[in-house]
């Protein structure tokens, strides 16, 4: 293959980029992943594999191999407020909590065998658009270096330079909601149900608790700031005061540990709408949209987000269908797929993080607790 003249150019290896690179490269297309960083690496993530990963992974045929990595399986949800209420549910479905970095690795070197050229670690500087597709100018350890793709897919993640340079809707929005996520040792957790998921809540904040393997359990929170900007450990330090059913978890010396937890982050998270199709490029994963984290699904739409752009890809070659059309079919797919599942998550969100939303969410789940299963199923694909 010439390693610089490809079908697909996807920007990202994480389970979006990945996913797609192993679609596409299956259906017989030229083509490469460009990831800037060195894997595997962490970023912020509840860690969190719902039904819908299984189900990618079933049809890529990798399931053993991901079971291979020793996944923590993870069966029942929890929700426990600060005003002294906690509801929970079986899930319908056995989940898994699984390290970010190590599910990452693994899927971008699945990539790599089903036949994708990884650029790593490489940077993309410039996207130009021309009349046969697009020129990619990159930037590794060596250089620089020029490649040029048919087509184009964006699967770099919440937020990215190249937003910036794409010009798009959200880059000067301000959301003053921030993710942030802990690696905390499971001796630290005491009490906790491994094979639960829970969530607490605080003011104007939500957290999420889950194992990832045998010694480390994922700590991931999302918070409304104001323009005080607190730090994320005082802010774990606040939902330990506030939140009797956290305060249960917790060993003694968990609070005394928190300076020493690895912490990951990243600030002014924008949920709101984005454009599916930028410049002619493909969004898929987190740059195309983001759920709410509550919900338990953003590396779910990843994969399926990828799984739908590599099956538009392929209808167009069958059809020949030119950009205009590509990207139509590509929204009109993704929008039915995911529309209902994002408005749900968002809703919930807002009541979380809202204090009278939060009371009447007590008091209607004690009233209907069938409402917590049946909400899990209405943010599921």
């Not at 991901?66 to 426990?80: D, E, G, I």
């Not at 929005?173 to 491994?194: A, C, D, M, R, T």
Request: with cysteine; hydrophobic share 40%; charged share 20%.
């Amino acid at each position: 293959m010439n390693e610089t003249q490809f079908d697909i150019a996807i920007v990202g290896g994480g389970p979006a980029g990945s996913t797609a690179a192993m679609f596409c490269a299956r259906m017989g297309f030229r083509t490469c992943v460009i990831e800037k960083k060195s894997f595997p690496r962490e970023t912020l993530c509840g860690e969190f594999l719902s039904r819908e990963v299984v189900q990618i992974l079933d049809e890529l045929g990798i399931t053993q191999q991901f079971l291979n990595l020793q996944p923590h399986p993870l069966k029942s949800f929890r929700y426990s407020s600060e005003h002294w209420q906690s509801f929970a549910s079986e899930l319908s479905f056995t989940g898994y909590g699984l390290r970010r970095g190590t599910f990452d690795k693994f899927l971008l070197e699945s990539a790599r065998t089903a036949g994708a050229v990884l650029f790593q670690p490489a940077t993309v500087e410039l996207i130009q658009r021309n009349t046969s597709g697009f020129s990619l100018v990159l930037t590794d350890e060596i250089g620089k270096k020029n490649i040029t793709a048919t087509n184009v897919i964006g699967a770099y993640g919440k937020q990215n330079v190249l937003d910036k340079s794409l010009q798009r809707n959200f880059v000067s929005e301000k959301s003053h909601l921030n993710g942030i996520k802990f690696h905390v040792p499971k001796k630290y957790l005491k009490q906790f149900p491994e094979d639960e998921i829970q969530m607490f809540t605080a003011h104007k904040l939500y957290c999420g608790v889950n194992i990832v393997n045998d010694d480390t359990a994922t700590v991931c929170f999302l918070e409304r700031r104001s323009e005080k900007d607190v730090p994320p450990r005082v802010r774990l330090n606040e939902l330990l005061s506030s939140n009797s059913y956290f305060a249960d978890i917790v060993t003694p010396d968990f609070e005394s540990m928190i300076d020493t937890f690895p912490i990951y982050g990243t600030g002014n998270i924008f949920f709101g709408n984005r454009n599916l199709v930028e410049s002619g490029i493909f969004m898929i994963g987190d740059a195309a949209r983001i759920i709410a984290p509550l919900a338990g699904d953003g590396i779910g739409m990843a994969m399926q987000s990828a799984h739908i752009i590599a099956s538009v890809l392929e209808e167009g070659r069958k059809k020949n269908l030119d950009a205009q059309a590509l990207g139509d079919l590509y929204t009109i797919n993704w929008t039915s797929s995911f529309r209902r599942r994002l408005r749900i998550a968002q809703q919930v969100q807002q009541v979380l993080l809202s204090d009278i939303g939060k009371k009447i969410s007590i008091s209607v789940l004690a009233a209907f607790p069938f409402l917590l299963p049946r909400t899990i199923e209405f943010t599921r694909g």
